[in-house]
């Protein structure tokens, strides 16, 4: 718990994105996703326009590229999948550099890389520009189910500690000589599994007897409800409502 | 498997996110009855113990190696309901966090990974549980075979989704093929690195696992230098129990003989008609019958060469999922038939 209270994806800044309420951002990159996944695939240029206005975010939220870019790599299994995809898809065939390729695979292709790409672009930048806490505060807003936020921040905040304790286990194991080399090391590596387990059930019961010590009666105490002017929600939903013009467009085009 | 925004089109994402949003008001309710007011704690850091485990490593062989995804783990060791949730905090943390699953198709991730692998995994553990001898061995056996059938079923469940709402048009065969062939092999996998886990823990703190509250020692009374059970406080009627997993025995082995086995043999002999078509070649062309889009189209698990094998395979996977359905219809009748006269044993956990 000592090192610091924003997750790693967080970046501190104080940028007009990252002062909106949370809720407002959620709400923003959802329905901008959304309206990014029902725009028709062959408008090419649509995503084009799309990839600008998340360009524009990123430049006033003061996030580089460099980092946005490198955020953007969790999506390398998708590319994969979707290099695969002309090649086993049916219907009529297109020679491109001497290989046979399905024109509905060519599509499919694209329209996955495309909106998968633009969709995890804007996760990356709400992370990047919002505070773990104030995430979860705006999910309670959004009338998320009180008792799924608080599982969701009680996830959170021990999440590095559990991790934690199984780097410790994992250093315990290594400097015992053990190396985690096939299958026959399995026995070991579920041991730990089932350590840590216990551990944190245990761990578990020990929070929620601190709790109710605290007086907790199952549910949390709000101690700064966070409200959006009317302003402050024009100016997040500015950018899902100018993709909605961009789909528009795609679909009268 | 975490499925990416724009691969699955926009109503059927709505749909399943009606579908996950259902499943995980109906499981906020469950964990509440599961766990009372501990639900938040222990829910919350059982997440965040499914979120560290699915980053320990098992090496496979030659530098390759595979993760557990943890589905049927938290149903066997927190109880379905919980473990619904706590899988679906993961994934939505994951996808808000992380990116990690578009936020579009978060409906489908849950509904695939969360919902699916607990309830199938959770059916399965419970139905072998009661066929088979009460001991931490069977224990450990049961959470191998749900763990073993949750990841296919994921697949096929992820299958279904596709062949109803995918954005390209590929052969649903092929889809079917790849996905339940790979995640047959990764259900292996599950499965040894579950039952291992269960059992570590089953071994040090039997009373932490949910699946298996039923295994406790009596307790034993020394009287006169010989060991006598203490009195029952609540008498279990033993007759009805025995009869009724005879026949759970006996219903499961035969069908699983019969679908295993049988078609072991019968499907390396293709009936008539395919046979012909087969001779002819007109099974090349796009005139096939509409069950052939199903996700064991010609009962045959393709991927796998050895065409018995393969529709034997077949066979078990479907008698494990029709089991489960039939299962979960059966369970529903019964708990509302008896949800006051059954005796609610309150575990000292």
């Excluded at chain 2, 993961?90 to 978060?106: K, P, S, W």
């Excluded at chain 2, 570590?200 to 298996?212: E, F």
């Excluded at chain 2, 997993?245 to 082995?253: A, C, E, M, Y």
Aim: net charge positive; charged share 15%.
């Amino acid at each position: 718990m000592g090192a610091g209270h924003a997750h790693r994806l967080y970046r501190h800044g104080h940028s007009p994105v990252h002062a909106l309420p949370p809720h407002t951002k959620l709400a923003a990159a959802f329905a901008f996703v959304v309206v990014v996944v029902s725009t028709p695939r062959e408008a090419i240029w649509a995503f084009g326009l799309y990839a600008v206005l998340l360009g524009v975010v990123a430049h006033l939220a003061r996030v580089p590229a460099a980092f946005l870019l490198k955020r953007l790599l969790i999506e390398v299994p998708f590319v994969a999948f979707a290099v695969l995809m002309p090649f086993v898809a049916e219907g009529e065939q297109v020679d491109v550099l001497g290989l046979s390729l399905s024109v509905n695979g060519l599509w499919g292709a694209w329209n996955v890389l495309a909106k998968g790409t633009l969709g995890v672009a804007a996760s990356v930048l709400l992370a990047s520009t919002t505070e773990l806490r104030e995430l979860l505060l705006g999910l309670q807003r959004l009338k998320l189910p009180p008792l799924l936020v608080q599982i969701a921040s009680f996830m959170i905040r021990y999440g590095d500690v559990i991790t934690d304790e199984m780097r410790r286990m994992r250093i315990a194991r290594e400097s015992r000589g053990f190396e985690a080399r096939g299958v026959r090391h399995w026995g070991v590596l579920a041991k730990s599994a089932g350590a840590l387990f216990i551990r944190s059930y245990e761990r578990g019961e020990r929070v929620h007897l601190a709790m109710v010590s605290r007086g907790y009666a199952g549910s949390m105490p709000v101690i700064d409800e966070v409200t959006a002017s009317r302003a402050q929600w024009s100016y997040a939903l500015a950018l899902p409502v100018a993709a909605l013009v961009v789909c528009l467009l795609g679909w009268t085009l | 498997m975490h499925v990416p925004d724009g691969f699955i089109n926009a109503p059927i994402s709505a749909a399943t996110g009606v579908v996950a949003a259902g499943a995980v008001a109906v499981s906020l309710r469950g964990a509440r009855r599961e766990l009372d007011e501990r639900t938040a704690p222990l829910a919350g850091l059982v997440a965040a113990f499914i979120f560290a485990v699915q980053m320990l490593n098992f090496p496979v062989a030659a530098g390759t190696s595979g993760h557990l995804l943890g589905g049927a783990l938290a149903a066997i060791l927190v109880g379905p309901f919980t473990g619904v949730l706590c899988v679906s905090v993961v994934l939505l943390m994951q996808g808000i966090l992380f990116a990690d699953g578009g936020l579009t198709a978060l409906g489908v991730n849950i509904t695939d990974m969360a919902i699916v692998t607990t309830v199938v995994g959770y059916a399965v553990f419970r139905g072998l549980v009661k066929v088979l001898p009460r001991s931490r061995r069977s224990i450990t056996v049961a959470s191998f075979a749900a763990a073993l059938l949750s990841v296919p079923a994921a697949a096929v469940a992820f299958t279904l989704i596709y062949a109803i709402g995918g954005t390209t048009d590929i052969a649903i065969g092929k889809v079917a093929t790849a996905m339940i062939g790979v995640h047959v092999l990764i259900g292996i996998g599950e499965a040894v690195i579950t039952a291992l886990t269960v059992g570590a823990v089953v071994a040090v703190r039997p009373d932490l696992v949910y699946g298996a509250r039923g295994l406790q020692q009596r307790l034993k009374l020394r009287v006169n230098g010989e060991l006598v059970d203490a009195p029952d406080a609540t008498p279990v009627p033993a007759a009805a129990r025995t009869s009724r997993r005879k026949l759970w025995i006996t219903g499961l082995v035969t069908s699983l003989v019969l679908a295993g086995f049988v078609s072991f043999y019968a499907s390396a002999n293709p009936d008539g008609l395919e046979k012909v078509a087969h001779d002819k070649g007109i099974d090349k062309k796009e005139e096939k019958h509409a069950s052939s889009d199903s996700p064991l189209a010609d009962y045959g698990v393709k991927d796998i060469a050895n065409a018995r094998l393969s529709g034997g395979l077949a066979g078990v996977i479907g008698v494990g999922v029709t089991v489960v359905a039939g299962s979960g219809v059966f369970w529903a009748v019964r708990r509302r038939r008896s949800t006051d006269t059954s005796p609610t044993a309150v575990e000292n956990v």
